[in-house]
Protein backbone atom coordinates (compact mmCIF):
# COMPACT_ATOMS: atom_id res chain seq x y z
CA UNK A 1 0.00 0.00 0.00
CA UNK A 2 3.18 2.35 0.72
CA UNK A 3 3.84 2.82 -3.17
CA UNK A 4 0.22 3.66 -3.76
CA UNK A 5 0.80 6.59 -1.59
CA UNK A 6 1.84 8.88 -3.92
CA UNK A 7 -0.55 8.26 -6.30
CA UNK A 8 -3.71 8.15 -3.93
CA UNK A 9 -2.26 11.68 -3.07
CA UNK A 10 -1.66 13.21 -5.92
CA UNK A 11 -5.77 11.48 -7.07
CA UNK A 12 -6.62 13.48 -3.95
CA UNK A 13 -5.24 16.44 -3.82
CA UNK A 14 -3.29 16.27 -0.63
CA UNK A 15 -0.03 15.55 0.95
CA UNK A 16 0.98 12.23 1.12
CA UNK A 17 0.64 11.81 4.94
CA UNK A 18 -2.70 13.18 4.72
CA UNK A 19 -3.15 10.38 2.00
CA UNK A 20 -1.56 7.62 5.12
CA UNK A 21 -4.13 8.90 7.15
CA UNK A 22 -6.92 8.44 4.77
CA UNK A 23 -5.47 4.63 4.31
CA UNK A 24 -5.00 3.91 8.51
CA UNK A 25 -9.17 5.23 8.69
CA UNK A 26 -10.48 3.07 6.01
CA UNK A 27 -8.36 0.29 7.42
CA UNK A 28 -9.81 0.41 11.29
CA UNK A 29 -13.02 1.42 9.30
CA UNK A 30 -12.89 -1.89 7.57
CA UNK A 31 -11.41 -3.89 10.50
CA UNK A 32 -14.21 -2.76 12.79
CA UNK A 33 -17.02 -3.16 10.42
CA UNK A 34 -16.91 -6.34 8.64
CA UNK A 35 -17.67 -8.50 12.10
CA UNK A 36 -20.23 -6.11 12.41
CA UNK A 37 -21.63 -6.68 8.86
CA UNK A 38 -21.57 -10.41 9.59
CA UNK A 39 -23.39 -10.52 12.44
CA UNK A 40 -25.89 -7.69 12.66
CA UNK A 41 -27.86 -8.66 9.46
CA UNK A 42 -28.58 -11.95 11.67
CA UNK A 43 -29.31 -10.58 14.58
CA UNK A 44 -31.83 -7.77 13.46
CA UNK A 45 -33.57 -9.74 10.49
CA UNK A 46 -32.88 -13.62 11.35
CA UNK A 47 -30.89 -16.46 9.84
CA UNK A 48 -33.13 -16.62 6.86
CA UNK A 49 -33.70 -13.34 6.30
CA UNK A 50 -30.03 -12.33 6.47
CA UNK A 51 -28.95 -15.10 4.15
CA UNK A 52 -31.39 -13.70 1.64
CA UNK A 53 -29.77 -10.31 2.20
CA UNK A 54 -26.66 -11.93 1.59
CA UNK A 55 -27.91 -13.77 -1.39
CA UNK A 56 -29.37 -9.82 -2.78
CA UNK A 57 -25.66 -8.25 -2.37
CA UNK A 58 -24.05 -11.09 -4.14
CA UNK A 59 -26.38 -11.02 -7.24
CA UNK A 60 -25.84 -7.17 -7.03
CA UNK A 61 -22.18 -7.55 -6.87
CA UNK A 62 -21.94 -9.82 -10.29
CA UNK A 63 -23.94 -7.59 -11.75
CA UNK A 64 -22.11 -4.87 -11.51
CA UNK A 65 -19.28 -6.49 -12.37
CA UNK A 66 -20.62 -7.71 -15.70
CA UNK A 67 -22.05 -4.11 -16.63
CA UNK A 68 -18.72 -3.24 -15.50
CA UNK A 69 -16.86 -6.17 -18.17
CA UNK A 70 -19.57 -4.97 -20.98
CA UNK A 71 -18.53 -1.18 -20.84
CA UNK A 72 -14.57 -2.29 -20.88
CA UNK A 73 -15.58 -4.80 -23.79
CA UNK A 74 -17.30 -2.06 -26.18
CA UNK A 75 -14.93 1.04 -25.25
CA UNK A 76 -17.69 2.77 -23.24
CA UNK A 77 -16.41 3.02 -19.43
CA UNK A 78 -13.57 5.90 -19.18
CA UNK A 79 -10.93 3.58 -17.71
CA UNK A 80 -10.96 1.39 -20.96
CA UNK A 81 -7.90 2.95 -22.77
CA UNK A 82 -6.08 1.18 -19.56
CA UNK A 83 -7.62 -2.15 -19.33
CA UNK A 84 -5.49 -4.48 -20.81
CA UNK A 85 -6.69 -6.77 -23.71
CA UNK A 86 -5.63 -9.54 -22.13
CA UNK A 87 -8.24 -8.52 -19.63
CA UNK A 88 -11.34 -7.87 -21.67
CA UNK A 89 -13.76 -9.89 -22.24
CA UNK A 90 -13.64 -12.48 -26.10
CA UNK A 91 -16.37 -11.61 -28.31
Known amino acids: M????????ADLDVG?????Q???VFALTLAVAAP??????????GLPAAVL??????VTFAQGRADGQA???????????HVPASARARP
Do not use: R
Open 2 to 9: AGLLPAIA
Open 53 to 58: ALLATM
Open 36 to 45: ASSWLPIALL
Open 71 to 81: EISSGEHPMAD
Open 22 to 24: LVT
Open 16 to 20: IPAAG
